[in-house]
């Protein structure tokens, strides 16, 4: 995980999130969000024309009313490409990783488990939870690859 950011969806949260998120990369980078309307501006402004930018538009459909569907997720109908700036590779518009990796993370800690009452009451206590994921995840997870080799592994 490159970069992680907790805040609302205003425009000065998605400039904050771009902010460290340009900081943390040396390379021109391809990113896609979804249409959220502050991202192509927040893009712009803190990578400065180095990275390719494109947002993924879905659709949804209007779902059923009743009380058994209260919780269900709305249906994605249709996906639109939209490149914003620089000229992002068409293959590898997705938000797909992203949405992977929220998903692990809600299947990993308690507190984002839907309808529960394990969520956080503070705010920096919401903080200091994804801090400890994100390290245990970037540094400490045991992965498929890191059990082929010892845990301190130093390259030839």
Known sequence: MVSWF?????????????RDLARRVANQVQITT????SYPNAVLAEFKGKAHFAQLMKSYADGP?????????AVCVGAKKVPVHGNP???????SLVER??????????????????????????????ALYFAWYNWMRRTRRSRERPLLWLPD
Not at 6 to 18: L, N
Not at 34 to 37: A, C
């Open 6 to 18: 907790v805040g609302d969806r205003s425009a000065e949260c998605a400039e904050q999130f771009m």
């Open 34 to 37: 979804d249409g959220y309307g």
């Open 65 to 73: 009313t009743s009380p058994e569907r209260r919780y269900s997720p």
């Open 89 to 95: 590779d068409p293959d590898h518009i997705s938000t």
């Open 101 to 130: 990796s929220n998903l692990t993370m809600r299947m990993s800690m308690r507190r984002f488990t839907r309808l529960t009452n394990a969520h956080s009451k503070k705010f920096e206590n919401h903080c200091h939870a994804l």
